[in-house]
């Protein structure tokens, strides 16, 4: 079913939340099966397409599983497999890649609509009531036991309020929760094409002017999403211009749909609860998109508030949620470095093309599966396990 109706207002629910993107459908799921009755509003109606990479890493599948589902199985046909990340100098043609490694299991590449339909479903056949084209304005008497959020349809009241209302959060502001560090604002442009992939990795092209990162969708088509400091203003044909082995790949292959853009920003927000409000999502913060870690992140949030909810406490949200950051950012923070310095880019490249295996070692720990400890913040650079070590790739060759 793909579109529930906008319902009759004023209903009181345990839980109210603020956007019915990724993160709000999530937290919905993992609430709806420990009984809650919860009320998601978006300003939108579905399924909701977003500017995205559209690449799940396994550690995003493993935070679906704990929700119950199973992508894979789910969307297989409309979807595509991953089986590991290459990088490719646009300046001289250095590629690297690695495999994950084998106990992490592959990623998922998957359209951005496909993934809110899937969520959707799963969502309304737990119980979850929708308020479609419903647009949050603020919050009135914010009580110790409710609070009142006021919409372009009325009002809500709800036990606990979510803000998943992405990046300009309404939720976020009334609860005067906006104080936040921004370390990183870019622009990215997505585009689909009708082609079938060539690789089973997602690549990412880095060049001067930013990053491209290409994601296999499905058998036929993949996604293509740029990101960069300043707007591509002549759009895609433009964007391609600064990658050029992407565009030899793309040569003849058709747009499959109108290119779709969004900022994407670095930011730390000092807290993501006050009172009987919780942000989660995009709202509580982010890292920069070329992480691929967005969505991982919402979903491993959306767990940790449904317990935090269940067990009456926000603080250990908090808590988890200040923890669960602290990977993402470094990671966020290297790659935002290596897209500073082209120089530092080349020679960064040029080392993990002759060293194969710190690359794999990277990409798990990029991926949360190896020894790294936020507390200290170094991680531990061992070889990584052989099945993750792909062959390097000849050198100055796109594969
Ligand atoms: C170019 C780009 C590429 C990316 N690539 C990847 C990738 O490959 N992998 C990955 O994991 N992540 C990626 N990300 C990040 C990922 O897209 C986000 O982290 C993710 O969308 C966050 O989900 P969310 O639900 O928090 O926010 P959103 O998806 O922004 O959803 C917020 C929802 O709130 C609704 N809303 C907003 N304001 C209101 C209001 N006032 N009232 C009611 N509703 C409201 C909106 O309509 C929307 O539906 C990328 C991001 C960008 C920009």
């Not at 978006?42 to 995205?52: E, F, L, N, S, V």
């Not at 959060?169 to 622009?187: F, P």
Request: overall charge positive.
């Amino acid at each position: 079913m793909p579109y529930a109706h906008p319902i009759a207002i004023a209903p009181e629910a345990d839980v109210f939340i603020a956007g019915g993107g990724p993160a709000g459908l999530a937290c919905a799921i993992a609430l709806a099966r420990k009984g809650h009755r919860v009320l998601v509003a978006d300003g939108m109606k579905p399924p909701i397409d977003k500017a995205c990479g559209e690449g799940l890493m396994p550690d995003t599948l493993a935070a679906l599983r704990n929700l119950g589902i199973d992508l894979p199985a789910l969307v297989e046909a409309e979807s595509a497999r991953i089986l590991g990340i290459r990088f490719i100098d646009t300046a001289d043609g250095t590629t690297v890649q690695a495999r994950f490694p084998g106990h992490a299991g592959e990623g998922r590449g998957v359209k951005r609509k496909t993934l809110h339909q899937l969520l959707l479903d799963r969502a309304i056949e737990l119980g979850v009531v929708f308020s479609w084209e419903t647009v949050v304005r603020g919050l009135t008497g914010q009580g110790s036991d409710h609070t009142t959020v006021e919409t372009n349809r009325g009002s809500f009241h709800a036990s606990y309020v979510v803000g998943a209302d992405g990046h300009q959060s309404r939720i976020r502001s009334a609860a005067g929760l906006d104080r936040a560090r921004i370390t990183a604002q870019r622009v990215g442009l997505r585009q689909h094409f009708a082609i079938a992939p060539w690789t089973e990795f997602v690549e990412v092209y880095w060049s001067d002017r930013g990053q491209a990162y290409v994601t296999p969708v499905s058998a036929t088509e993949i996604c293509v999403a740029f990101v960069a400091h300043t707007k591509f203003a002549a759009g895609v044909p433009e964007a391609l211009a600064h990658f050029p082995q992407l565009a030899a790949r793309l040569e003849g292959a058709q747009p499959s749909d109108a290119p779709r853009g969004a900022i994407t920003y670095s930011r730390k927000l000092h807290r993501v609860t006050k009172g009987n409000v919780a942000l989660l999502g995009d709202a509580s913060g982010s890292v920069d998109a070329v992480t691929g870690e967005g969505l991982s992140l919402a979903f491993r949030q959306a767990l940790s508030l449904a317990d935090a909810i269940q067990a009456g406490d926000l603080a250990a949200y908090q808590r988890s949620h200040l923890h669960m950051r602290r990977r993402p950012h470094l990671m966020a923070s290297t790659m935002l470095l290596l897209d500073s310095s082209p120089l530092l880019r080349t020679c960064s490249i040029d080392l993990l093309a002759r060293i194969p295996w710190l690359f794999a070692k990277l990409l798990e720990i990029h991926i949360g599966n190896a020894g790294f400890s936020p507390r200290d913040r170094r991680p531990v650079l061992k070889p990584a396990h052989p099945s993750s070590v792909s062959t390097p790739v000849p050198r100055n060759a796109v594969p």
